[in-house]
């Protein structure tokens, strides 16, 4: 007879359930990832495409359809399971990632990408609700940095899809084939070895709240506001870092499609895995002294991004640019690694992946306009220090607005349930 007591038991459980959705966090962000890496192969490939604009839209287009679906796709892992909801998005979006490969024409590209944003849509939200679940506030953070950090580490190898596609052997198009594959297999176990969390009085077991309802619920709560804001106007220039920096660096320093992926990636996102393991360890020790601990750590973060996205606007030189890319990704794991946590503060469980649907919703639409108005922009020769500048002076908004948020102390006493 085991003698392992149950929160023990739950505690293993619990980071038996972050190690399983990490390599799904990877796929998630490599599958969208490598496109931006590949950029010139594929206009090369696809002539169809045309213009920088065009290429800004078809990434907008992906964004605008992902953030409509977050909501939807955060509702029905509150509602019914949010197992089932992350694996069957695994699945779907593994098979399309496989079809974008074999895509010859704009408007199959166009296709491709949006059911791509559908499909990865109800993911994020499942997810990180799911871990928090799980996660209580003493290990809550870490658990969702260690998730977050699984991104990092997919944009990261997304950065070298420069270097395949340039391979003659191998290409862009290989790219996305072995990817799908890959996560159109790992799907299948992972519906075994994935489990709900046992919550009491969540929608599930309780009386139904109609889509109507959560969102009314949602919008009445003025922290929830403030916090969708937070979440949204760093993410302009975080989006346009992703999408467009390897461009801008190739563009600005005259070097090759690979040195330029991974030039663009590889630094930041290092450092944004020591952000998220630094941040997420910090809100947690912070949070037993003061209930904002972790809307501090976050603002501390945020701190570091904005000097950062001046730097990157004006860098002289590619080793300035990569070090402001770094202080950026410092910054970013600090800010990455709360967004839940400080959600959870402040929003029942039982709304957790909708509400973050919500702020997907808004913050990857305003991202979606950003990545087309940066290819406009960049069309119409408009200074990147002047671009870069706008977006660090909404970052510096962001910093007061975070600060505004009030924890629920119902809430924060759940925290502190073993």
């Known amino acids: 007879m085991s003698t392992e007591s149950p929160t023990a038991t739950l505690s293993r459980t619990a980071w038996l359930v972050v190690i399983l959705l990490m390599p799904v966090a990877l796929l998630n962000y490599l599958d969208r990832q490598m496109l931006a890496s590949m950029k010139f192969s594929v206009m090369a490939d696809i002539p169809t495409i045309g213009s920088e604009e065009n290429w800004g839209f078809m990434l907008g287009q992906f964004k605008w359809v992902y953030a409509i679906l977050s909501p939807i796709g955060g509702y029905l892992a509150d509602r019914f399971s949010r197992r089932l909801t992350i694996c069957g998005s695994l699945f779907v979006w593994s098979a399309v990632t496989w079809w974008t490969g074999h895509t010859t024409t704009y408007y199959e590209l166009l296709w491709a990408r949006s059911l791509m944003g559908i499909s990865e849509a109800f993911y994020i939200p499942a997810a990180l609700a799911l871990i928090t679940d799980f996660h209580m506030g003493r290990t809550r953070s870490r658990a969702v940095g260690m998730h977050q950090m699984a991104i990092y580490a997919g944009v990261i190898i997304g950065g070298f899809g420069g270097y395949v596609a340039d391979a003659p052997n191998l290409g862009w198009r290989f790219a996305f084939d072995a990817c799908g594959i890959f996560g159109m297999l790992y799907a299948l176990p992972l519906v075994w070895l994935l489990h709900d969390a046992p919550r009491k009085g969540d929608l599930r077991t309780s009386p139904s709240v109609s889509p109507l309802r959560a969102v009314q619920e949602l919008l009445g709560n003025l922290s929830f506001i403030l916090l969708v804001l937070y979440f949204t ?63 501090f750590v976050s603002a501390i973060g945020m701190g570091l991004i904005i000097p950062a996205i001046f730097g990157v606007g004006d860098a002289p030189t590619l080793g300035v640019a990569i070090g402001f890319l770094i202080l950026f990704g410092l910054g970013w794991g600090f800010f990455d690694c709360n967004n839940m946590p400080i959600l959870a503060q402040i929003v029942r469980p039982e709304l957790r992946a909708t509400g973050y649907g919500i702020m997907n919703l808004v913050s990857i639409s305003c991202g979606g306009l950003a990545d087309w108005g940066f290819g406009a922009l960049r069309d119409r020769e408009v200074p990147l220090n002047l671009i870069f500048g706008i977006f660090a002076a909404t970052a510096l908004i962001s910093v007061v607005l975070v600060l505004l948020i009030r924890p629920r102390q119902e809430l924060l006493d759940q925290e502190d349930q073993p």
């Open 233 to 295: 106007l760093p993410a302009l220039a975080g989006w346009v870092v992703r999408d467009w920096m390897p461009a801008i660096l190739k563009q600005q320093f005259n070097i090759g499609q690979g040195q330029a992926g991974v030039s663009a990636t590889l630094y930041w996102q290092v450092a944004a895995i020591v952000g998220a393991i630094v941040g997420g360890w910090a809100a947690d020790r912070w949070m037993r002294r003061h209930a904002r601990g972790r809307i």
